[in-house]
């Protein structure tokens, strides 16, 4: 497993919705969770009553910084102004620098991180980092190839508040031959390794082509439920979220209330999770894995859920997001729950993914 994709800042936004593993906390309950980093949103709202104890890894120092600065704007700053500090809409990213510069400068930091954030801030004119990753930058090019390619009224299917008329549009008078056409061209293997993978894409084992992968994932969020509360829709389209209702979850007042109260206590990690989860130094109750296991092969692909039960609690759930490639692995030990949260997976607003739930039963 190549390390080049896993350095930098790759995500300071994130291609996740996270409500997925929220609810299921609220499910379970857990005492210890382990959670993949990323940009910290999809990670520090698993945060909450029940869980005393969170553990976030990355290979990535740039990755585990922007989450501490994520944590500091959850625990410090009023729900107002994290909103505006990160620029979440209503807030523009490229506006309230004068507002950010205040609130960063505020902030109670590590030294490293400040210092880190201090030198792209300044770089940036103190405009959000929001979108600065190199996905979220990826995105904000495709959202304008398809712009280009549908024409005028390109977001129609964004602007429905009644899941019926949406359907209705989608079928009868949905630009379907110009879609085609943005899935043919951006949903492509070589197209995403030049903008972002650099070579490290997904060797794909889904039986689907790249095309029906992506057209029939595209359909689920058109059909399922209102497109304009797809955070990720809202990329593909804009380049941003440009709507209350395209908030992710990890920015709701809830969840700001949640984690800002939290007793949790969290510890960072840039070891890789297969090893330090089987070292077994800490046992779980959870662990959020996300598409990090579409990347294994070979041996460590077979092996990986029998390393890391050396971290495991009985009864402890794993959730995995899998990405064009399945793991084929020896589950032995572990049960596929993922149907029993059936209608949570189906709601999920990314839809990119099959989200597979096991328990650890020894």
């Known amino acids: 497993m190549t390390q080049k994709y896993f350095t930098g800042l790759n995500y300071t936004l994130g291609n996740e919705d996270t409500s997925v593993e929220i609810e299921l906390v609220n499910h379970y309950r857990p005492k210890n969770v382990f959670s993949v980093c990323g940009s910290g949103g999809r990670a520090l709202p698993l945060m909450g009553e029940s869980v005393e104890g969170l553990t976030l890894s990355d290979l ?55 210092e880190m954030f201090l030198n792209i801030f300044n770089e940036l004119e103190f405009a959000s980092v929001l979108y600065l990753g190199k996905w979220e930058r990826t995105f904000s090019l495709l959202a304008k190839i398809n712009r280009t390619l549908l024409g005028r009224d390109f977001d129609r299917i964004l602007r429905f508040d009644n899941l019926a008329d949406q359907r209705k549009y989608y079928q009868n008078e949905f630009p379907h031959k110009r879609w085609k056409m ?29 095309f029906d992968y992506y057209h029939n994932a595209f359909e689920r969020l058109f059909t399922h439920d209102l497109a304009q509360k797809s955070f990720f829709l809202h990329l593909c389209f804009y380049g941003k979220i440009n709507s209350l209702a395209g908030v992710p979850v990890e920015a709701s007042l809830a969840t700001h209330e949640r984690v800002a109260g939290a007793k949790t206590k969290i510890d960072y990690i840039t070891e890789d999770l297969v090893s330090h989860l089987q070292g077994g130094s800490k046992k ?79």
């Open 60 to 114: 990535s120092k740039e990755q585990i910084a922007l989450a501490k600065l994520r944590c500091a704007t959850y625990q410090q700053l009023s729900h107002q102004d994290f909103l505006s500090f990160w620029g979440y809409f209503p807030y523009a990213a490229d506006n309230f620098q004068d507002a950010r510069k205040r609130i960063f400068n505020q902030l109670d930091l590590e030294a490293e991180v400040k």
């Open 182 to 210: 943005v899935l043919f061209l951006l949903g492509n293997k070589a197209l995403f390794n030049a903008l972002l993978y650099k070579g490290d894409f997904i060797e794909k084992n889904s039986p689907e082509s790249h």
């Open 284 to 362: 779980y109750d959870f662990l959020s894995l996300s598409d990090v296991p579409s990347y294994f092969k070979g041996e460590l692909e077979e092996d990986f859920m029998q390393k890391i039960k050396a971290s495991l609690n009985p009864g402890a759930i794993v959730v995995i997001r899998y990405y064009l490639r399945s793991a084929k692995c020896n589950l032995a030990g572990f049960s596929d729950v993922s149907e029993v949260h059936r209608e949570l997976i189906r709601a999920e607003k990314v839809q990119m993914y099959n989200i597979c739930i096991y328990r650890y039963d020894p």
